[in-house]
Protein backbone atom coordinates (compact mmCIF):
# COMPACT_ATOMS: atom_id res chain seq x y z
CA UNK A 1 0.00 0.00 0.00
CA UNK A 2 1.57 3.32 -1.12
CA UNK A 3 1.30 6.26 1.73
CA UNK A 4 -1.65 8.01 -0.62
CA UNK A 5 -3.14 5.27 -1.36
CA UNK A 6 -5.26 4.78 2.01
CA UNK A 7 -7.31 8.34 2.35
CA UNK A 8 -6.03 10.44 5.22
CA UNK A 9 -8.62 10.45 8.38
CA UNK A 10 -5.85 12.85 10.03
CA UNK A 11 -8.86 12.73 13.14
CA UNK A 12 -8.31 8.98 13.78
CA UNK A 13 -4.74 10.02 13.78
CA UNK A 14 -4.76 12.79 16.38
CA UNK A 15 -7.53 10.65 18.56
CA UNK A 16 -4.68 7.78 18.73
CA UNK A 17 -1.61 10.29 19.96
CA UNK A 18 -4.20 12.02 22.58
CA UNK A 19 -5.39 8.58 23.52
CA UNK A 20 -1.67 7.22 24.26
CA UNK A 21 -0.43 11.04 25.98
CA UNK A 22 1.54 11.46 22.94
CA UNK A 23 3.30 14.57 23.13
CA UNK A 24 3.96 16.13 19.97
CA UNK A 25 3.78 19.50 17.33
CA UNK A 26 1.61 19.05 14.40
CA UNK A 27 3.39 20.53 10.98
CA UNK A 28 3.24 20.19 8.10
CA UNK A 29 -0.51 20.23 5.39
CA UNK A 30 -2.71 20.04 8.42
CA UNK A 31 -0.68 23.07 9.96
CA UNK A 32 -1.25 24.80 6.80
CA UNK A 33 -5.28 23.98 6.66
CA UNK A 34 -5.18 25.02 10.28
CA UNK A 35 -3.26 28.37 9.73
CA UNK A 36 -6.34 29.36 6.93
CA UNK A 37 -4.62 28.22 3.49
CA UNK A 38 -7.26 26.60 1.67
CA UNK A 39 -5.96 23.16 0.59
CA UNK A 40 -5.28 18.80 1.20
CA UNK A 41 -2.80 17.26 2.37
CA UNK A 42 -2.21 12.90 1.94
CA UNK A 43 -0.47 12.83 5.41
CA UNK A 44 -0.29 14.10 9.32
CA UNK A 45 3.20 15.43 9.62
CA UNK A 46 4.57 15.69 13.61
CA UNK A 47 7.64 16.53 15.60
CA UNK A 48 7.36 14.63 18.92
CA UNK A 49 8.83 15.24 22.22
CA UNK A 50 11.95 13.55 22.34
CA UNK A 51 12.47 11.80 25.23
CA UNK A 52 12.60 8.23 25.28
CA UNK A 53 9.00 8.14 27.88
CA UNK A 54 7.26 9.87 24.82
CA UNK A 55 8.71 8.01 21.85
CA UNK A 56 7.68 4.95 23.60
CA UNK A 57 4.06 6.41 23.99
CA UNK A 58 4.22 7.49 20.20
CA UNK A 59 4.96 3.60 19.12
CA UNK A 60 2.56 2.63 21.16
CA UNK A 61 0.23 4.98 19.07
CA UNK A 62 1.36 4.33 15.68
CA UNK A 63 1.62 0.37 16.54
CA UNK A 64 -2.52 1.08 17.20
CA UNK A 65 -2.97 2.54 14.11
CA UNK A 66 -1.48 -0.64 12.54
CA UNK A 67 1.55 1.62 10.97
CA UNK A 68 3.72 0.23 8.74
CA UNK A 69 7.56 1.78 7.96
CA UNK A 70 7.68 3.17 4.98
CA UNK A 71 11.69 4.25 5.01
CA UNK A 72 13.50 2.54 2.17
CA UNK A 73 15.41 -0.67 3.46
CA UNK A 74 13.62 -0.31 6.89
CA UNK A 75 10.09 -2.18 6.05
CA UNK A 76 10.56 -4.74 7.83
CA UNK A 77 11.99 -2.93 10.85
CA UNK A 78 9.49 -3.55 14.49
CA UNK A 79 7.68 -0.01 16.01
CA UNK A 80 9.52 0.57 19.15
CA UNK A 81 10.70 3.75 20.89
CA UNK A 82 14.28 1.96 20.17
CA UNK A 83 13.87 2.75 16.46
CA UNK A 84 12.44 6.50 16.24
CA UNK A 85 15.97 8.43 17.36
CA UNK A 86 17.50 6.23 14.59
CA UNK A 87 16.18 8.22 11.65
CA UNK A 88 15.42 11.97 11.62
CA UNK A 89 12.36 10.92 9.66
CA UNK A 90 10.25 8.63 9.85
CA UNK A 91 7.12 7.77 7.25
CA UNK A 92 4.92 5.25 7.83
CA UNK A 93 1.21 4.31 6.38
CA UNK A 94 -1.62 3.78 8.17
CA UNK A 95 -5.06 2.29 6.96
CA UNK A 96 -6.10 5.78 8.29
CA UNK A 97 -3.03 7.99 5.89
CA UNK A 98 0.39 8.48 5.85
CA UNK A 99 2.40 9.58 8.95
CA UNK A 100 5.51 11.70 8.88
CA UNK A 101 7.58 11.45 12.04
CA UNK A 102 10.30 14.28 11.76
CA UNK A 103 12.83 14.73 14.89
CA UNK A 104 14.26 17.85 13.00
CA UNK A 105 12.84 19.90 10.60
CA UNK A 106 15.39 22.35 8.82
CA UNK A 107 14.65 26.23 9.58
CA UNK A 108 12.85 24.52 12.72
CA UNK A 109 13.14 25.51 16.36
CA UNK A 110 14.14 22.64 18.84
CA UNK A 111 10.70 20.64 20.36
CA UNK A 112 10.54 22.65 23.41
CA UNK A 113 10.50 25.82 21.72
CA UNK A 114 7.79 24.59 19.14
CA UNK A 115 5.75 23.23 22.02
CA UNK A 116 6.10 26.07 23.63
CA UNK A 117 5.07 28.42 21.15
CA UNK A 118 2.37 26.06 19.53
CA UNK A 119 -1.26 26.64 18.85
CA UNK A 120 -3.97 24.48 21.04
CA UNK A 121 -6.29 24.11 18.82
CA UNK A 122 -9.45 21.91 20.26
CA UNK A 123 -10.78 19.26 18.17
CA UNK A 124 -13.51 17.41 19.83
CA UNK A 125 -12.43 16.86 23.48
CA UNK A 126 -8.61 16.66 22.36
CA UNK A 127 -6.06 18.97 22.04
CA UNK A 128 -4.21 19.51 18.96
CA UNK A 129 -0.70 21.36 19.50
CA UNK A 130 -0.27 22.96 16.22
CA UNK A 131 2.89 24.88 15.05
CA UNK A 132 2.88 28.16 15.26
CA UNK A 133 2.37 30.71 11.82
CA UNK A 134 5.57 32.12 11.66
CA UNK A 135 7.72 28.76 12.71
CA UNK A 136 5.93 27.01 10.41
CA UNK A 137 6.90 30.12 7.47
CA UNK A 138 10.19 29.53 8.81
CA UNK A 139 10.21 25.95 8.16
CA UNK A 140 8.55 26.08 4.49
CA UNK A 141 11.16 28.34 3.73
CA UNK A 142 14.07 26.51 4.40
CA UNK A 143 12.49 23.44 2.82
CA UNK A 144 12.31 26.05 -0.47
CA UNK A 145 10.32 23.24 -2.67
CA UNK A 146 7.72 24.94 -5.36
CA UNK A 147 4.58 23.19 -2.99
CA UNK A 148 6.25 24.90 0.31
CA UNK A 149 6.77 28.36 -0.69
CA UNK A 150 3.41 28.73 -2.52
CA UNK A 151 2.27 27.52 1.09
CA UNK A 152 3.96 30.98 2.46
CA UNK A 153 2.61 32.79 -0.70
CA UNK A 154 -1.12 31.52 0.50
CA UNK A 155 -0.30 32.07 4.16
CA UNK A 156 1.25 35.76 3.82
CA UNK A 157 -1.32 36.78 1.06
CA UNK A 158 -2.02 40.42 2.27
CA UNK A 159 -5.09 39.75 -0.56
CA UNK A 160 -6.65 37.20 1.53
CA UNK A 161 -7.21 39.47 5.18
CA UNK A 162 -10.50 40.49 5.66
CA UNK B 1 21.71 30.51 -8.45
CA UNK B 2 22.84 29.29 -12.30
CA UNK B 3 23.20 30.80 -14.25
CA UNK B 4 23.81 33.95 -12.11
CA UNK B 5 22.72 36.83 -13.34
CA UNK B 6 25.97 38.19 -14.27
CA UNK B 7 26.48 35.33 -16.53
CA UNK B 8 22.89 35.67 -17.88
CA UNK B 9 23.80 39.75 -18.56
CA UNK B 10 26.71 39.03 -20.05
CA UNK B 11 24.89 36.09 -22.38
CA UNK B 12 22.27 38.65 -23.06
CA UNK B 13 25.11 41.68 -23.92
CA UNK B 14 26.51 39.05 -26.70
CA UNK B 15 23.10 38.39 -27.92
CA UNK B 16 22.33 41.96 -28.25
CA UNK B 17 20.18 42.25 -25.60
CA UNK B 18 19.65 43.85 -22.17
CA UNK B 19 18.41 42.04 -19.37
CA UNK B 20 15.71 43.49 -17.12
CA UNK B 21 14.69 41.93 -13.82
CA UNK B 22 10.80 42.35 -13.39
CA UNK B 23 8.92 41.25 -10.30
CA UNK B 24 5.52 40.29 -10.68
CA UNK B 25 2.89 37.97 -8.68
CA UNK B 26 2.52 34.07 -9.46
CA UNK B 27 -1.14 33.07 -10.74
CA UNK B 28 -2.47 32.16 -7.43
CA UNK B 29 -3.38 27.94 -7.57
CA UNK B 30 -6.24 29.76 -4.70
CA UNK B 31 -8.95 31.91 -4.62
CA UNK B 32 -8.07 34.67 -2.02
CA UNK B 33 -11.72 34.61 -1.16
CA UNK B 34 -12.05 31.24 -0.13
CA UNK B 35 -8.89 32.44 2.20
CA UNK B 36 -10.98 35.24 3.66
CA UNK B 37 -13.72 33.00 4.63
CA UNK B 38 -11.31 30.49 6.08
CA UNK B 39 -9.45 33.37 8.07
CA UNK B 40 -12.83 33.99 9.41
CA UNK B 41 -13.10 30.80 11.02
CA UNK B 42 -11.66 29.75 14.11
CA UNK B 43 -8.16 28.10 14.02
CA UNK B 44 -10.41 24.78 15.35
CA UNK B 45 -12.53 24.94 12.50
CA UNK B 46 -10.33 25.15 9.88
CA UNK B 47 -8.57 22.23 11.08
CA UNK B 48 -11.94 20.26 11.57
CA UNK B 49 -12.60 21.81 7.88
CA UNK B 50 -9.48 20.98 6.65
CA UNK B 51 -9.50 16.87 7.88
CA UNK B 52 -12.79 16.55 5.88
CA UNK B 53 -11.45 17.80 2.77
CA UNK B 54 -8.72 15.79 2.91
CA UNK B 55 -10.72 12.39 3.28
CA UNK B 56 -13.08 13.78 0.66
CA UNK B 57 -9.82 14.36 -1.75
CA UNK B 58 -8.79 11.41 -0.91
CA UNK B 59 -11.94 9.36 -1.49
CA UNK B 60 -12.14 11.71 -4.48
CA UNK B 61 -9.42 10.87 -6.14
CA UNK B 62 -9.73 6.81 -5.36
CA UNK B 63 -13.26 7.13 -6.99
CA UNK B 64 -11.52 8.98 -9.99
CA UNK B 65 -8.93 6.15 -10.09
CA UNK B 66 -11.65 3.32 -10.05
CA UNK B 67 -13.44 4.66 -12.62
CA UNK B 68 -10.51 5.03 -14.80
CA UNK B 69 -10.05 1.93 -14.48
CA UNK B 70 -6.70 2.04 -12.52
CA UNK B 71 -7.33 -0.27 -9.41
Known sequence: ?162 | MSPSVETLEMLMRAMGKRLELAVTPPERDYDPAHRRVAAARSPAERLELGISWNRMAAHLALAGRQARGEG
Request: glycine fraction near 6%; proline fraction near 8%.
Open chain 1, 1 to 162: MAKADAPLDAERILRALSKHGVAYVLIGGLAVQTHGHVRTTIDADLIPAPDPANLERLAAALRSLDARVLNPGEEDTPIDAKMLPRATIWQFATPDGGIDVMHEVPGGRPYSELSERALHVRLGEIDVPVVDLDDLIQMKLARGRPTDLADVAALTDPASES
